[in-house]
């Protein structure tokens, strides 16, 4: 049976760079090995295929959005019920759609519902750095400062896909310092699915460059333990994605309905 990736968030696990190389991933193939037996199969072949799909650049013109059930048990070399299983699990979590008599999908998020994601998001995380600020301690801001400024570079030499992980990082690190649980789960979910928007996103309009004079506000707000500053330095820095994304990806929902169609 043919699974297909439908316009949803990612192109078929599609995309990735090659850990040796750095040649883009179309492919989910590219990035399979077979499963040691070592590991309890169903949750681990749902752990390597959620995994793939996270790393792939599904809003990528070419991204291959289709899943073939046969294709990913030969690569894993696995039956295929664990590979069903997964499947019913990644649709569960949002990450793949099962369409009847058609196919499984890695699922691509529309326009609109990403710019909803980035408002949520913006939300969150400002709230989260005005919490930062009363009970953050310094060495947990010196030690945030040092990851940034070590992943700076990456932007610098245009190293977007490591820069891009960074920069996912040192947001999820706000969330974890405001000392909010609720707050910083909240925020995975949607992590989760801005990972893949966050890839497309900083290699356009010299945005990487520009992360990272916004991260080093951030920062200076932190450690000035103002909190209305570094609430507001994070939900600009995040809304400047919302409006970029609402400016330019003005081709995202005609490219989703052309890959369904072609499915």
Known sequence: MVYHIHNASRPTLGVWLDALGGVPRVSIGDSLNPISVNFTLKDHTFEVLREAIL???????????????????ERLAVSRTPIREALARLAHEGLVQIVPRRGVFVLRKSRDEILQMVVTWAALESMAARLATEVASDADLRALRRFAMRH????????????????????QTILELSGCELLKTT??????????????????????????????????ALEARDADLASRRVREHTMRLHDHIHKTWTRLESLGSARTEAG
């Open 152 to 171: 700076s570079s990456d932007a610098a030499r245009a190293e977007l896909e490591e820069y891009s992980d960074a920069n996912i990082k040192f947001h």
């Open 55 to 73: 790393g792939m650049n599904i809003y990528h013109p070419d991204a291959d959005l289709r899943l073939d059930e046969r294709q990913l048990a």
């Open 187 to 220: 925020a995975d979910g949607l992590f989760t699915h801005m990972k893949a928007v966050r890839r497309r996103a900083m290699g356009e309009s010299d945005r990487a460059r520009k992360s990272v004079a916004d991260h080093i506000e951030i920062l200076e």
